[in-house]
T-cell receptor, first 115, second 113 residues
Framework: DVKVTQSSRYLVKRTGEKVFLECVQD?????MFWYRQDPGLGLRLIYF???????EKGDIPEGYSVSREKKERFSLILESASTNQTSMYLC??????????????FGSGTRLTVV | KQEVTQIPAALSVPEGENLVLNCSFT??????LQWFRQDPGKGLTSLLL?????REQTSGRLNASLDKSSGRSTLYIAASQPGDSATYLC????????????FGQGTTLQVKP
C-alpha cells in the first residue's frame, strides 16, 4: 500500500524553538507539498518541491523553510516557532505532470501546538 | 487567479438519502480535479480523480462529474450511510509540471441514522 508518512501525529513545542516536521513517501513521486489547515481558512500551501534540492514558495512561506535532500523525504522547518503557527500540517506527494495517474496522496497530518 | 468554491458549507441528511455536493472553479484551464474526504483531526483521503479530458468517474456509491466549460464538478453519493459523515473537499490541479492544488473550503456532511 503506497504511503505518505508524517513522523509525528501530535507535537507540542515552545515559542522560539526550532521545529522539524518530517514527511516520507514511498511512491517515487517527483512532487511534494506542505500545507497547513486552519478552521475558516482551509488548506494553504506553504512550500512545494518538484525535484531533489528544488523548492518553491507557496502562498504562505513566511516563518518556514524546507529541505529536500532525497527524493522520498521533504522536511518543513519552523525556524523559530510562534503561537500563530499552531495548526494542522499536511504533507502530500504527486507524480510529475506527465504521469498517467497524477493525483495527490496525503499523509495523516501533524497537529502542532506552540505554547 | 483560480478560485474554488464548494456549496453548501454544511449538509445534514437522513440515512439512505441520495445527495449531491457541488464544486465550482473560476479557470477552466485545469489539469484534473480531485475529491477528498477528511475525518475530524485526520489527513485527506482521495476519493476520485477526474482528468480534464474526462466527464465522470465512479467508485462504489460515489460518482463525480466534471464540466470544464462551465467550471463545475459534482460529487454524487448514493444511499448515504452514517459512516459517510465527514468533510468533503474538492481540489483542482492547475496546469504545469509542479501541479499545485487549489482547494475549496469543503462541505461538512452529517448523515443521521
Amino acid at each position: 500500500d503506497v504511503k505518505v508518512t508524517q513522523s509525528s501525529r501530535y507535537l507540542v513545542k515552545r515559542t522560539g524553538e526550532k521545529v522539524f516536521l518530517e514527511c516520507v513517501q514511498d511512491m517515487d513521486h517527483e512532487n511534494m507539498f506542505w500545507y497547513r489547515q486552519d478552521p475558516g481558512l482551509g488548506l494553504r500551501l506553504i512550500y512545494f518541491s518538484y525535484d531533489v534540492k528544488m523548492k518553491e514558495k507557496g502562498d504562505i512561506p513566511e516563518g518556514y523553510s524546507v529541505s529536500r535532500e532525497k527524493k522520498e523525504r521533504f522536511s518543513l522547518i519552523l525556524e523559530s516557532a510562534s503561537t500563530n503557527q499552531t495548526s494542522m500540517y499536511l504533507c502530500a506527494s504527486s507524480p510529475g505532470g506527465g504521469a498517467p495517474s497524477n493525483g495527490y496522496t496525503f499523509g495523516s497530518g501533524t497537529r502542532l501546538t506552540v505554547v | 487567479k483560480q478560485e474554488v468554491t464548494q456549496i453548501p458549507a454544511a449538509l445534514s441528511v437522513p440515512e439512505g438519502e441520495n445527495l449531491v455536493l457541488n464544486c465550482s472553479f473560476t479557470d477552466s484551464a485545469i489539469y484534473n480535479l480531485q475529491w477528498f474526504r477528511q475525518d475530524p483531526g485526520k489527513g485527506l483521503t482521495s476519493l476520485l480523480l477526474i482528468q480534464s479530458s474526462q466527464r465522470e468517474q465512479t467508485s462504489g456509491r460515489l460518482n463525480a462529474s466534471l464540466d470544464k466549460s462551465s467550471g463545475r464538478s459534482t460529487l454524487y453519493i448514493a444511499a448515504s450511510q452514517p459512516g459517510d459523515s465527514a468533510t468533503y473537499l474538492c481540489a483542482v490541479r492547475v496546469r504545469g509540471n509542479t501541479g499545485k492544488l487549489i482547494f475549496g473550503q469543503g462541505t461538512t456532511l452529517q448523515v443521521k441514522p
